[in-house]
């Protein structure tokens, strides 16, 4: 069985999802430390000038080192209607856009407090609109003691699985001997990022890889799921 982790991020890009796609079991890493200034809390979306973030803003001045699943939403900053208004203006002629904005603007009018159930949230409707059925787990309903590598390896143990999927990324702080000795196969998924239709693209504006995944359903929709899946190959 393959597990993968990540932590909950902020409307994900391709990359994330299809890591869960090759999964048969998902955890979110929602005790681990808040990282400022990466895809936690903010994301990419494509406008006829370039690449745009979105970014929600948290709470966190004097508040030191946060788990994530601390982390507040500053709602003293009307980010809610300028996420929703960026999306309405740079998608509204997208081919997809009304099958989706439906949620989003419901999202965006709800209240949010914590930066963890936005995010969450979001993921598993985007889950749902992509066809991907991987069980969902929560590191904090597992019950997790150790740290680094060891964390990664007890959740495989406590869920049973033989085989963990990384990012590349994890080539940096993994320590691989000890996959070894648990008798857990370590597997690194390799994105090569897929092309698709996407808005703005003229001949001095080619496609721009990395934006947030309602990019990608904005412009395809039902056909991001194949699109998706077709763009990775695990080594």
Known sequence: ???????????PWLGYFDK???????????????????FQNRNKI?????QMWLTVPVVSKGLGRQKICDVKIDNDLDWRNKHWRSLTSNYNNAPFFKDYCGFFESLYNDNWD???SLNIHTIKYLLQELAIETPLYYESGIGTTSF????????CVKLKADTYLTG???????????FSRANIKLVYQ???HPEYHQQYMEQDKPFMPFMSIIDLLFN???????????GVKNV
């Open 1 to 11: 069985m393959i597990l993968s982790v990540h932590q909950p991020q902020y409307i």
């Open 20 to 38: 869960i796609a090759k999964s048969d079991c998902f955890v979110f890493l929602d005790q681990v430390q808040y990282k400022e200034r990466e």
């Open 46 to 50: 494509r406008t006829p000038l370039g």
């Open 114 to 116: 914590k930066l963890i």
């Open 148 to 155: 680094a590598t060891d964390r990664i390896i007890e959740l």
């Open 168 to 178: 590349m990324g994890g080539k940096n702080y993994l320590e691989e001997e000890k």
């Open 190 to 192: 390799h994105f090569e």
């Open 220 to 230: 395809e929709g039902k056909r991001s799921r194949d699109i998706l899946i077709g």
